[in-house]
């Protein structure tokens, strides 16, 4: 976790006197340039779908597997460290409120009635995407998220055929 954050992990003790400030740096890091991804394609001209952003989203994350690991670390720590929820949940609302305005960049190319509406009914589902990935590298291991972005495009295109 230090080098993701870009600590040398015997320089840990001398900046951090706890192990929730150091999870709440690697936190607000992990989630800070992810956040920016979205904000950056909602900015695109024109905003790619929403398929290719998760791709980009998922494919975008450094050293996959102790990412998803810290990640899942973290989430977990977060139920009983008040402190370290906050944080995440602040981290997590962000990359929400990122994804919501990418969303609704992305549906206002389209004739959509209620670009906004929608865009904020699905961002929470496009965020559960991308945890559901990061959960199955943690538990599973190594993912191709090209693959997996295939999946939920089969899925979601025989749900809208019923």
């Keep these: 976790m230090a080098s993701r954050v870009g600590i040398i992990p015997e320089e840990i003790s001398h900046l951090y006197t706890t192990e929730d400030e150091l999870l709440l740096l ?20 024109p905003v790619p779908p929403p398929d290719a952003a998760l791709e980009t989203f998922l494919s975008g994350i450094s050293e996959p ?43 206002g190319q389209s004739d959509n009635e209620d670009p906004e509406g929608v865009a ?15 959960v199955q590298i943690s538990t599973r291991g190594r993912m191709d998220p090209a693959q997996y972005v295939a999946g939920v495009r089969v899925l979601l295109a025989e749900m809208g055929s019923h």
């Design 65 to 107: 597997k102790a990412t998803a690991d810290a990640m899942l670390q973290i989430w977990g720590e977060s139920i009983v460290a008040p402190r370290l929820r906050d944080s995440t949940s602040t981290s997590m609302e962000r990359l929400h409120q990122a994804i919501g305005e990418y969303l609704v960049a992305w549906f």
């Design 26 to 45: 690697a936190t607000e890091e992990m989630l800070r340039d992810r956040t920016a991804m979205w904000r950056e394609l909602g900015a695109a001209k």
């Design 120 to 134: 904020w009914a699905c961002a929470p589902v496009v965020l559960s995407l991308a945890q559901g990935f990061i």
